[in-house]
Structure formats: C-alpha cells, structure tokens
C-alpha cells in the first residue's frame, strides 16, 4: 500500500522569501503524486499533479514541485510567497489502477508580514 | 459551474440521533468518495463509490453508511452519530476510472456530536 509523509506540520514564511514544503511517499509501484491547497474554510482544490515525463512540475499560483524517484521525494517550492498563499497543503498519492487518494497529514503555511 | 455541494455546511447534533449529510456533483462524475479531516491525521477516507450502486469501504468505515442511487448523489448517513465522529467531513468526485484524474472537493461540513 501507499503512504505519504509531510514531516512539517507548520511553516512559518516571511513575505516575499522562499519556501519549501516537503512531501516523501511510499510505493511499491509507480506512482501519481499531488499536491491540494486548502484555505479557511474550504475545500480542497488542486496545485499541481505528476504523472509522468517532466519531473518538474508547474501549477497555479506560482508553485512548483520536483517529482524525485530516487528520494521518494515530491517537494513544493514557491520562490517568493505572498499574504494569500496562507492555507494548509496536501501531499497526495495514488498508483496506476487504483483511484483512492492517500493523503498525508498536511502542512500549514504562516506567511508572516 | 463545475462543483461538489455539500449540506449542511455546519451541524451539531446529539449522540444517537441519525443524520445525513448530502453531496451532489453537476460533472458526470462515475468516482465519489467521503474524507474526513481530523487535525494532525490529514483525509482519510471513509467510503468510495465507482458508480452507480457500486460502494466500498475506505479506511475509517466503522460508524458510517453510504448509498449510490443516482450518478450526481451520494449522501453520508450516520445512524448512530457519537462523539468521536465530531470532524471535518468532505465529499469529493473525479470522472472516469484513472488514478491520474483530478478530484474535485465540495465545501465540507464540520460535524460536532455532543
């Protein structure tokens, strides 16, 4: 079975520097690898997805993530946060055949004036 | 507009007192499922469905019952509501059979069980 692990539970991030939100996963076989932002009091909608080719991969909002086999790794980075990224991130994960998502146990992102 | 719509958005109820939550879908979607959202804990889901009349569990079924009547619908049913379901519930669909599709998440409903 799957699994995915987000050591950091919060972030907190000055405005306008760097982050990096870290996501490792498990598998057996190959992978599908997400991340899902949440912000207060919504649901969850989609950043960025890998699913094959390119290892790096660009989603909405400026972010990115590098999809590294090696490490098991799928990290999301962002060069510059603003205010409004403020929300909880979900690492997810799911294999060829089989349309559960697992999700790991997310990380709040503080972005500090 | 695409979109998953939960009801309600917030609900406190008593222990044993049977309630549904609804989820309704406008995309086609064949694949439903229910998360819930418990701090440190992340989504774990609770039940899935395929398509119509075909359900399964999840990781956390215990407590919880769904049914799969028509395409759009699948409502969340808790006969016997206890305090340790007191959570963050979402319900969410992605079309077709591939892993690779993006799931689609409605509002949520915070559920309190005193």
């Known amino acids: 079975a799957q699994s995915v692990t987000q050591l950091d539970s919060q972030v907190p991030v000055f405005e306008e520097a760097p982050v990096e939100l870290r996501c490792n996963y498990s598998?057996?076989?190959?992978?599908?690898l997400f991340w899902y932002v949440q912000y207060p009091n919504q649901g969850l909608q989609l950043l960025l997805k890998?699913?094959?080719?390119?290892?790096l991969v660009k989603g909405i909002n400026g972010f990115e993530a590098e999809f590294n086999k090696s490490q098991t790794s799928f990290h999301l980075r962002k060069p510059s946060v603003h205010i409004s990224d403020t929300a909880e991130y979900f690492c997810?994960?799911?294999?060829?055949?089989?349309?559960?998502?697992?999700f790991g146990t997310g990380t709040r992102l503080t972005i500090i004036p | 507009e695409a979109q998953v719509t939960q009801n309600p958005r917030y609900l406190i109820t008593v222990t044993g007192k049977k309630l549904t939550v609804t989820c309704s879908q406008n995309?086609?979607?064949?694949?439903m499922s229910w998360y819930r959202q418990d701090p440190g804990l992340g989504l774990r889901q609770i039940y899935y469905?395929?398509?119509?009349?075909?359900?399964d569990k999840g990781d956390v079924p215990e407590g919880y019952k769904v049914s799969r009547k028509e395409k759009r619908n699948f409502p969340l049913i808790l006969e016997s509501p206890s305090p340790n379901q007191t959570s963050l519930y979402f319900c969410?669909?992605?079309?077709?059979?591939?892993?690779?599709?993006?799931?689609?998440f409605g509002q949520g409903t915070r559920l309190t069980v005193v």
């Open positions: 598998s057996s076989v190959s992978v599908y």
């Open positions: 997810a994960v799911s294999v060829f055949g089989n349309e559960k998502l697992t």
């Open positions: 969410a669909s992605s079309s077709g059979w591939g892993a690779d599709t993006e799931a689609f």
């Open positions: 995309m086609n979607h064949e694949y």
């Open positions: 469905s395929m398509n119509v009349e075909v359900t």
């Open positions: 890998y699913l094959s080719g390119s290892t």
